[in-house]
C-alpha cells in the first residue's frame, strides 16, 4: 500500500471534528463557556485588546453588546475548554488600513493579550470577517497562523486556506440542526470532517434563544467518532499531520513533530503514529 491509501484521522482514530469560534469577548461568554464545559465542547473566543472597557463599566439598560473588562476575562476564559484568539485592536475594517496600521493592530493585539493570558496566540477573527489580499499578507507576516471570515460553506470540509478560513455555519443559520444531524449520521471511510461553528453569544439573549446552542449541544454531544477541540489545536494537529514523511516505498512514515497523529484506512483501520517516531505500515 503507497502513502496515498491513508487519510487523515484525529486523535485516537476519530474521523470527525467540532469546534467553535465566538467574538468580541462579551458578558455572555461566561454562560456559553459553562454550556462548553457542560456538554464538552471546546472553542475559541476573539477579542480587541483596545475595546476592553474599564473595570466597573455598566452599560444602559437594554443594551445587549456588553464587553468585559479585563478582571472578568481572566476569570471567564481560564476555562481548559477556551482558546483566546485576537480580532484586531481596536476592531477596525483592516482592508480600510495601510499596511503598517494593519501591522499595529495585530501586534498590539496579540502583544496586549499575550502579556495578559500568558503564552503564544497565534489565531484570529477579522473584525466584521473583511479583508484583503494585503491584510492576509500582514497577517502571515505578524505570526498568525489561520483567521476566520464570515463565510459560510454549509460543509465540513477540512480548512485548506488557513487565512481565509471559512465556518460551516453561524448559529443563526435556519439549517443549523439540519447540518448537525447531517453531521452526526455520516459515517466516514475517506477524509475526516469537521463541523465550524461561529457566532457572538451576545445574539442568544438579544434573540432569547439560548435554547439554539444549547440543542445543538445536546445532538452533537459525546459523539466517539468526534474530536471536540479549539481552533489552534485542529490548526496544530493538522499541520502535525502535514508534516509527516513517507519512505520512498510509502511503507514507512515519520513523525518528527511532538503531536501524536492518526492515520486511517477506508477499511477502518486505524495506524497509530507516535510523536518522534517512525512506523511501519506494513
Ligand atoms: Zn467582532
Same mark, same amino acid.
Given at each position: 500500500m503507497g502513502a496515498n491509501c491513508?487519510?487523515?484521522? #484525529?486523535?485516537?482514530? *476519530?474521523?470527525? +471534528?467540532?469546534?467553535l469560534s465566538y467574538d468580541d469577548g462579551v458578558e455572555q461568554d461566561e454562560r456559553l463557556i459553562q454550556l462548553m464545559e457542560q456538554y464538552g465542547f471546546k472553542g475559541t473566543f476573539n477579542l480587541s485588546y483596545g475595546c476592553t472597557p474599564p473595570e466597573g463599566v455598566t452599560y444602559e439598560p437594554g443594551r445587549v453588546h456588553r464587553r468585559m473588562p479585563f478582571s472578568w476575562l481572566k476569570r471567564v476564559y481560564a476555562s481548559a475548554n477556551v482558546e483566546v484568539a485576537i480580532h484586531g485592536l481596536t476592531h477596525p475594517h483592516l482592508e480600510r488600513y495601510p499596511a503598517s496600521k494593519v501591522m499595529h493592530e495585530i501586534i498590539e493585539d496579540r502583544k496586549g493579550w499575550e502579556e495578559f493570558f500568558g503564552g503564544v496566540i497565534r489565531g484570529m477573527a477579522y473584525p466584521y470577517g473583511t479583508y484583503s489580499d494585503e491584510v492576509v499578507?500582514? =497577517? *502571515?507576516?505578524?505570526?498568525?497562523?489561520y483567521s476566520r471570515t464570515t463565510k459560510s460553506t454549509e460543509r465540513f470540509d477540512l480548512p485548506t486556506d488557513w487565512l481565509r478560513l471559512p465556518a460551516t455555519c453561524h448559529h443563526k443559520n435556519p *439549517? =443549523?440542526?439540519?447540518? +448537525? @444531524? !447531517? #453531521? +452526526?449520521?455520516?459515517?466516514?471511510?475517506? $477524509?475526516?470532517? =469537521? #463541523?465550524?461553528?461561529?457566532?457572538?453569544?451576545? $445574539?442568544? $439573549?438579544? @434573540?432569547? !434563544?439560548?435554547?439554539?446552542? $444549547? !440543542? #445543538?449541544?445536546k445532538r452533537l454531544t459525546g459523539m466517539p467518532d468526534t474530536w471536540y477541540a479549539t481552533n489552534i489545536e485542529i490548526y496544530d494537529y493538522i499541520?502535525?499531520?502535514? *508534516? =509527516?514523511?513517507?519512505?520512498? @516505498?510509502?511503507?514507512?512514515?515519520? !513523525?518528527?513533530?511532538v503531536i501524536d497523529v492518526w492515520l486511517g484506512t477506508r477499511k477502518g483501520e486505524v495506524i497509530y503514529v507516535p510523536a518522534g517516531k517512525t512506523v511501519d505500515l506494513k
Amino acid at each position: 500500500m503507497g502513502a496515498n491509501c491513508y487519510y487523515m484521522r #484525529f486523535p485516537e482514530g *476519530r474521523t470527525k +471534528a467540532i469546534t467553535l469560534s465566538y467574538d468580541d469577548g462579551v458578558e455572555q461568554d461566561e454562560r456559553l463557556i459553562q454550556l462548553m464545559e457542560q456538554y464538552g465542547f471546546k472553542g475559541t473566543f476573539n477579542l480587541s485588546y483596545g475595546c476592553t472597557p474599564p473595570e466597573g463599566v455598566t452599560y444602559e439598560p437594554g443594551r445587549v453588546h456588553r464587553r468585559m473588562p479585563f478582571s472578568w476575562l481572566k476569570r471567564v476564559y481560564a476555562s481548559a475548554n477556551v482558546e483566546v484568539a485576537i480580532h484586531g485592536l481596536t476592531h477596525p475594517h483592516l482592508e480600510r488600513y495601510p499596511a503598517s496600521k494593519v501591522m499595529h493592530e495585530i501586534i498590539e493585539d496579540r502583544k496586549g493579550w499575550e502579556e495578559f493570558f500568558g503564552g503564544v496566540i497565534r489565531g484570529m477573527a477579522y473584525p466584521y470577517g473583511t479583508y484583503s489580499d494585503e491584510v492576509v499578507e500582514v =497577517l *502571515r507576516l505578524a505570526g498568525i497562523c489561520y483567521s476566520r471570515t464570515t463565510k459560510s460553506t454549509e460543509r465540513f470540509d477540512l480548512p485548506t486556506d488557513w487565512l481565509r478560513l471559512p465556518a460551516t455555519c453561524h448559529h443563526k443559520n435556519p *439549517r =443549523l440542526m439540519e447540518l +448537525a @444531524d !447531517n #453531521f +452526526a449520521s455520516m459515517e466516514i471511510s475517506g $477524509e475526516a470532517k =469537521l #463541523f465550524y461553528l461561529w457566532g457572538h453569544s451576545y $445574539e442568544f $439573549e438579544g @434573540d432569547q !434563544n439560548w435554547t439554539v446552542i $444549547e !440543542n #445543538f449541544f445536546k445532538r452533537l454531544t459525546g459523539m466517539p467518532d468526534t474530536w471536540y477541540a479549539t481552533n489552534i489545536e485542529i490548526y496544530d494537529y493538522i499541520q502535525a499531520y502535514e *508534516r =509527516l514523511y513517507y519512505s520512498s @516505498d510509502g511503507q514507512r512514515v515519520q !513523525n518528527p513533530s511532538v503531536i501524536d497523529v492518526w492515520l486511517g484506512t477506508r477499511k477502518g483501520e486505524v495506524i497509530y503514529v507516535p510523536a518522534g517516531k517512525t512506523v511501519d505500515l506494513k
